[in-house]
């Protein structure tokens, strides 16, 4: 699944983050990155949320936090009726 994932990002010149491969490569993933055997950990959200950052900013810096336009006011902006 996931080399027919990786073949069709290639193929169509999508951006891919491998999270099975990086999972993978942590030490004792099963425990450190799932909490269940299934879902994800806060370890597991934690890896998928820095290499999700890390294509997005190296592949696509136009859709990074820091390229991409403010259409509304910012929180802080806003005052309070």
């Known amino acids: 699944y996931c080399e027919a994932a990786m ?5 169509h010149n999508v951006a891919l983050f491998d999270l099975h491969a ?6 004792d993933w099963q425990h450190r990155l799932l909490a269940d055997g299934l879902h994800l950990s806060g370890g597991g959200n ?4 820095e290499g999700l950052s890390e294509l997005i900013c190296t592949q696509l810096p136009d ?4 390229g991409m336009p403010w259409h509304l006011p910012r929180w802080n902006d806003v005052r309070a009726i």
């Open 46 to 49: 934690k890896l998928l949320f």
């Open 7 to 11: 073949a069709v990002a290639a193929r």
């Open 22 to 27: 990086r999972s993978l490569a942590t030490p």
């Open 63 to 66: 859709r990074s936090p820091g």
